[in-house]
Each structure stands twice: as structure tokens, then as C-alpha cells.
């Protein structure tokens, strides 16, 4: 075989060989995905926690100085956790299933997961996990339903993740 001859089994190699490097070529091109997962994390911040928080997250939104307890600086949580950001405590608290003493009342009988809310244990924060449970009941069937609600709420915990300040 000469120089620049190619024969079927070369040719069959050549077009394997390009495929394996077209398919990894997209597997290493996360940047589209990672941008609408932060895009979507911090929409649902802005829907959800904005008022209160703030745009920045310091606890200094617009209904700030209406409230009762002020709310907490969410760029300092890992800070304030020897630098650890508690993913699992944050996502309770966003889906109601942690007292947090400044988000929301609670009527006493709301049962959470499996425990039931008596009357000493009522807050004030609103419990994004029910809010939106109710915007989609229905949509995803019976168990697509929970999915995307945790989806929604992992996504807002994930940036206020990506703004933590250390």
C-alpha cells in the first residue's frame, strides 16, 4: 500500500476513529447545560426568594424591612458551617421539612413528610415544597409530580449554592 491509498478496512477504521472523536467532541461541551441549570436555578430564586432575600441573597429584599425576624445573608451559609454548604439542611428548610423560625406559619395538623405540625412548632417562611406541588398536581402523574418538585427545589438550592461567599 502506498502513501495516500486507503483501503476498505482503512477506511472503515478512519470512520470509527472519527466517530469516537465527534462523540467525545459533545460529551466535553457542558457549557450550554451547566448555563440553562443556573439559568433555571436562579429564575426560581428570583420568583421565590427574591422579596426577602434580596437580589444578592444578603437578606435585604424588599420585604425585608416589613418582616418580623430579619432574613438570613443565604451568601453566608457555607461560611457560617466551617466552610461547608449543608446541600441536604438547606433543601429541607426550602421544602418545609426543617423549622426554620423566620419562614412562614404553619397551621397546627399540617402533616410534613411524616411528621405532624403541632401548634408550638408553627414558622413563619413559606414552604416552597407545597407551593409548588400545587403548581404542577397533576402534570407529572403520581410519582412525576414529587420529581419535579424536587428538581425545582434542588435547582434553587443549587444557586443559592453558587453564591456563597467564604
Request: glycine share 12%.
Amino acid at each position: 500500500m502506498r502513501l495516500g491509498e486507503f483501503t476498505k478496512t482503512t477506511k472503515g477504521s478512519f470512520a470509527l476513529l472519527l466517530g469516537i472523536a465527534a462523540t467525545a467532541a459533545f460529551c466535553f461541551v457542558p457549557a450550554p447545560a451547566a448555563a440553562e441549570e443556573e439559568l433555571i436555578g436562579s429564575d426560581e430564586y428570583m420568583n421565590s426568594c427574591l422579596a426577602c432575600h434580596g437580589v444578592g441573597g444578603k437578606g435585604n429584599g424588599p420585604m425585608a424591612e416589613y418582616l418580623t425576624v430579619e432574613p438570613t445573608d443565604l451568601t453566608r451559609i457555607a461560611a457560617e458551617n466551617d466552610g461547608i454548604f449543608p446541600l441536604l439542611d438547606v433543601f429541607q428548610i426550602v421544602d418545609g421539612r426543617s423549622i426554620v423560625g423566620a419562614h412562614g406559619v404553619r397551621e397546627a395538623g399540617t402533616v410534613v413528610g411524616s411528621a405532624e405540625i403541632r401548634n408550638s412548632e408553627a414558622w413563619e417562611m413559606p414552604v416552597w415544597g407545597d407551593r409548588y406541588m400545587k403548581d404542577v398536581a397533576g402534570k407529572y402523574g403520581p410519582y412525576g409530580t414529587e420529581q419535579a418538585v424536587r428538581a425545582r427545589i434542588l435547582e434553587l438550592v443549587f444557586y443559592i449554592q453558587s453564591i456563597q461567599q467564604y
